[in-house]
């Protein structure tokens, strides 16, 4: 990895810890200075119109997060309740959004269990569609998928699949796709081939990326118009939108390139956690490693401890990495983990294996019972 002197460097919790670059800032200092809650600012305009031609959609907006992004476009799929929405039960529209779907949607969630453990099927999804007039449902509008989810790529085969069940039944499709740059690097799929499976989408720019601020949602004009309104009724509307857009245009030409060379970066050190005897919860396939901790022995506490002694941030299981992450933290990393697999051999041959969990919803990261993807 290059080195990158950012706070972010040493920060492993998170791939939305990095920070914006130089670059970002001196573009900040040219954009168009319009109000973009009258559409009026070209920095803005020429984003929103920039990744929504990526993903093959006519129509882009701006928001603040991922969050809004995600909640306003599944709003806009929705009408008249009852209805629900199906997704993965780890999805982070479920689980890590404030409970946006009951307060904001009112809607019923039906979460899957995926029979492979790690992405949901055409057949898993057919399984718990909930279709017809039956007064004591509430049917399937909306299928909502993840992609990446915990850092694994959903196939594209598989979404083909389900995208076509949904079009069947006439069921909108929105993806959650924070991190699909990550995909769309990994894979070389393109935005726009994925971009054909689902009604809307919603990019993060500030994770992986690097931007200070944002997500562009992309869909249909009137899809995008509805969700404008959505966005104005949350508080989201931004006036000089073009400071943060011109430093998020600077993040996807600049670190969208660089991703495919973090996912090497991620892999070499999972193989090399592997040769240490750690074992992990889920495939590492971008940028995220989950280990096992539990099966490992290791009390996440001393992992974070022994994190904190070499200068470096772990937040428990979950290992992110990013663009700005330093080779010197990542080899501070591995000493952490040696350390930590030191002190529970010796707790085990004692026999001390009591762990505490410290603070925090990251910590022991048990990925098929708690989300973790944020």
């Not at 573009?27 to 990526?54: C, F, I, P, S």
């Not at 249909?220 to 931004?238: C, H, L, M, S, Y």
């Not at 970066?265 to 919860?281: D, I, N, P, R, W």
């Amino acid at each position: 990895m290059t080195e990158y002197k950012s706070i972010a460097a040493t920060d492993f919790k998170s791939d939305t810890v990095t920070t914006p670059t130089p670059s970002m800032l001196q573009a900040m200092l040219t954009a168009t200075h319009g109000d973009d809650v009258y559409k009026e600012d070209k920095t803005t305009n020429d984003l929103q119109a920039r990744v929504a031609e990526m993903c093959g959609k006519p129509a882009g907006l701006f928001v603040v997060s991922g969050t809004m992004g995600n909640q306003i476009c599944l709003r806009a799929h929705l009408h008249q309740p009852p209805y629900s929405i199906l997704c993965d039960y780890r999805a982070h529209v479920y689980t890590h959004e404030a409970g946006g779907l009951a307060t904001l949607s009112q809607a019923m969630v039906t979460p899957v269990h995926p029979r492979n453990k790690i992405y949901l099927t055409a057949e898993d999804v057919e399984d718990y569609l909930i279709l017809g007039d039956d007064i004591h449902t509430a049917p399937t509008r909306v299928i909502s998928l993840e992609n990446t989810l915990g850092g694994t790529i959903m196939p594209i085969e598989e979404i083909a699949k389900i995208s076509t069940l949904a079009r069947q039944h006439g069921i909108k499709m929105h993806l959650d796709g924070a991190r699909l740059w990550n995909a769309a690097a990994e894979t070389g799929i393109s935005l726009s081939v994925y971009g054909k499976y689902f009604d809307t989408m919603s990019l993060c720019i500030s994770k992986g990326l690097g931007a200070p601020v944002g997500t562009i949602i992309v869909g249909e004009p009137d899809v995008i118009q509805t969700a404008n309104w959505f966005r104005k009724q949350a508080g989201g509307g931004i006036r000089q939108a073009g400071l943060l857009a011109a430093a998020a245009d600077v993040a996807i030409t600049e670190t969208f390139p660089k991703l495919k060379l973090t996912h090497e970066v991620t892999k070499k050190l999972a193989s090399e956690l592997e040769e240490m005897g750690l074992t992990f919860q889920i495939p590492v396939q971008t940028n995220f490693i989950f280990l096992d901790l539990m099966k490992a022995g290791i009390d996440p506490a001393v992992l974070i401890e022994e994190g904190n002694k070499l200068g470096i941030t772990i937040a428990g299981a979950r290992i992110a990495i990013h663009y700005q992450t330093s080779t010197a933290a990542i080899e501070k990393l591995k000493l952490a983990v040696k350390k930590s697999l030191e002190i529970a051999k010796q707790r085990h041959a004692n026999g001390t294996n009591g762990v505490k969990k410290p603070e925090g919803s990251l910590a022991y990261a048990v990925y098929d019972k708690i989300v973790v993807d944020h």
